[in-house]
T-cell receptor
Framework: GQNIDQPTEMTATEGAIVQINCTYQTSGFNGLFWYQQHAGEAPTFLSYNVLDGLEEKGRFSSFLSRSKGYSYLLLKELQMKDSASYLCAASPGAGSYQLTFGKGTKLSVIP | KAGVTQTPRYLIKTRGQQVTLSCSPISGHRSVSWYQQTPGQGLQFLFEYFSETQRNKGNFPGRFSGRQFSNSRSEMNVSTLELGDSALYLC?????????????FGAGTRLSVL
């Protein structure tokens, strides 16, 4: 089975740094995705981690520890437009064709 | 390059009716997945199609079905609608389904069952 946990809501101040955590327990695991979803819009791809460690893409970074079943998304220099839900999703091992999503973390950026 | 297109964007139905939702994937993408999104459960996998074959199905009742056409366009059907079927239905396409292929989502169809 698959189980993915992430905080329901977070609030952070414009210009600050915020870390959104995600823990997973899966019967098979290939890698971990992060998506951003603004209210009423489609989820959009942010990152995909397969190997342990930190991957940086501009203001966004994502980290994975396979041994701990843990990932985080780090957002720096927060902007108001970063207010959105952030979804982590586990990609299973070979033979399965579905992503398992966490319920999402709603981030509110305040002035 | 056009993104994933879902039609219609909004639907209102009554209990007991059936509904068909449509998804046109990104050109060249052969894998189409469908998800149901609700505030309480988040995104839940419905099924995935590749080359007109359903390769995986989530834990949903048989009232939920789908198909894929030779041009990779996909439809999903929900029969005998229930109030609990009210949700955002999202379609995602990818080149193929291997572990690292990015899924690109459409804007979804918001279904309200009255």
């Amino acid at each position: 089975g698959q189980n993915i946990d992430q905080p329901t809501e977070m609030t952070a101040t414009e210009g600050a740094i915020v870390q959104i955590n995600c823990t997973y327990q899966t019967s098979g695991f290939n890698g971990l995705f992060w998506y951003q979803q603004h209210a009423g819009e489609a989820p959009t791809f942010l990152s995909y981690n397969v190997l342990d460690g930190l991957e940086e893409k501009g203001r966004f970074s994502s980290f994975l520890s396979r041994s701990k079943g843990y990932s985080y998304l780090l957002l720096k220099e927060l902007q108001m437009k970063d207010s959105a839900s952030y979804l982590c999703a586990a990609s299973p091992g070979a033979g399965s064709y579905q992503l398992t999503f966490g319920k999402g973390t709603k981030l509110s950026v305040i002035p | 390059k056009a993104g994933v297109t879902q039609t219609p964007r909004y639907l209102i139905k009554t209990r007991g009716q059936q509904v068909t939702l449509s998804c046109s994937p990104i050109s060249g993408h052969r894998s189409v997945s469908w998800y149901q999104q609700t505030p309480g459960q988040g995104l839940q996998f419905l099924f995935e199609y590749f080359s007109e074959t359903q390769r995986n199905k989530g834990n949903f009742p048989g009232r939920f079905s789908g198909r894929q056409f030779s041009n990779s366009r996909s439809e999903m059907n929900v029969s005998t609608l229930e109030l609990g079927d009210s949700a955002l239905y999202l379609c995602a396409s990818s080149l193929d389904w291997t572990g690292g292929n990015i899924q690109y989502f459409g804007a979804g169809t918001r279904l309200s069952v009255l």
